[in-house]
C-alpha cells in the first residue's frame, strides 16, 4: 500500500517551466517503477516518463530533451522538472508506482495513483 500525492502543477506561458513532485507515503519500499502520466480532456492518460530502482529511464518521445524525471527516496518524492512547455502539455498530470518496469507505460501497469495536479500553458 502507497499513498501518493502531486503538487507543483499552475498555468505558465509557452516557454515557461514548472517542477512536479509526488510525495509518497506507506510502504513505498514495495514498489520499483515510479512515473508521470498525462490526460488531457477526454482522452486517455498516456505515459510521459519513468524510473526504476535499477535506474531505469524512459521519456516519451514528445518531452524528450524538455522534461526531467528524479527521485529523492530519503524524501520519498518523485520529481518532474518540465522546461521549454508547450501548449500541448496542457493536461491533468498524475504520478503512479508499479511493482516492475514495464517498457510501455499503460495506466493498467501502474496499481497505484495520485490525486493529479493541473498544468496549463497558454500559447
Known amino acids: 500500500q502507497v499513498q501518493l500525492v502531486e503538487s507543483g502543477g499552475g498555468s505558465v506561458q509557452a516557454g515557461g517551466s514548472l517542477r512536479l513532485s509526488c510525495v509518497a507515503s506507506g510502504q513505498s519500499w514495495r514498489w520499483y517503477a515510479w512515473g508521470w502520466f498525462r490526460q488531457r480532456p477526454g482522452g486517455e492518460r498516456e505515459g510521459v516518463a519513468q524510473n526504476s530502482g535499477g535506474d531505469l529511464t524512459y521519456y516519451s518521445d514528445s518531452v524528450k530533451g524538455r522534461f526531467t524525471i528524479s527521485r529523492n527516496k530519503v524524501k520519498n518524492t518523485l520529481y518532474l522538472e518540465m522546461n521549454g512547455l508547450k501548449p500541448e502539455d496542457t493536461a491533468m498530470y498524475y504520478c503512479?508506482?508499479?511493482?516492475?518496469?514495464?517498457?510501455?507505460?499503460?495506466?493498467?501497469?501502474?496499481?497505484?495513483w495520485g490525486q493529479g495536479t493541473q498544468v496549463t500553458v497558454s500559447s
Open positions: 503512479a508506482a508499479a511493482p516492475d518496469w514495464y517498457w510501455e507505460m499503460l495506466e493498467s501497469n501502474f496499481p497505484s
